[in-house]
Nanobody, 121 residues
Framework: QVQLVESGGGLVQPGGSLRLSCVAS????????MGWYRQAPGKQRELVAA???????NYADSVKGRFTISRDNAKNLVYLQMNSLKPEDTAVYYC???????????????WGQGTQVTVSS
């Protein structure tokens, strides 16, 4: 069974940094795209950053220049380095993977359980 497990969330002061990690576990051959979304209370889930094979990474305008997404394809890991955090970055952050090829299946879309990021003084 394929799962996405996030880690690295927590409480940080404005201007601080956090690094989120997400690992895809299971008998995986390849993953096309991986990314991060977030959902703040009372708001819709929104794309933060995403990366895919053969494509450049894309970011929400609100995080450009502050957040960096990176992948370790050999380990099925994706990271989100978040710098200069602002209170408006407070949200539950979800890892997402698309096009997961296993021994027997092609999983089109998979979500992690989410990790809370709170930016507050």
């Amino acid at each position: 069974q394929v799962q996405l497990v996030e880690s690295g969330g927590g409480l940080v002061q404005p201007g601080g940094s956090l690094r989120l990690s997400c690992v895809a576990s299971g008998r995986i051959f390849s993953i096309n795209g991986m990314g991060w979304y977030r959902q703040a209370p009372g708001k819709q889930r929104e794309l933060v950053a995403a990366t895919a094979y053969g494509s450049s990474s894309n970011y929400a305008d609100s995080v450009k220049g502050r957040f960096t997404i990176s992948r370790d394809n050999a380990k099925n890991l994706v990271y989100l380095q978040m710098n200069s955090l602002k209170p408006e970055d407070t949200a539950v952050y979800y890892c997402n993977a698309v096009g997961i090829r296993t021994e027997t299946d092609l999983i089109m879309n998979l979500w992690g359980q989410g990790t809370q990021v709170t930016v507050s003084s």
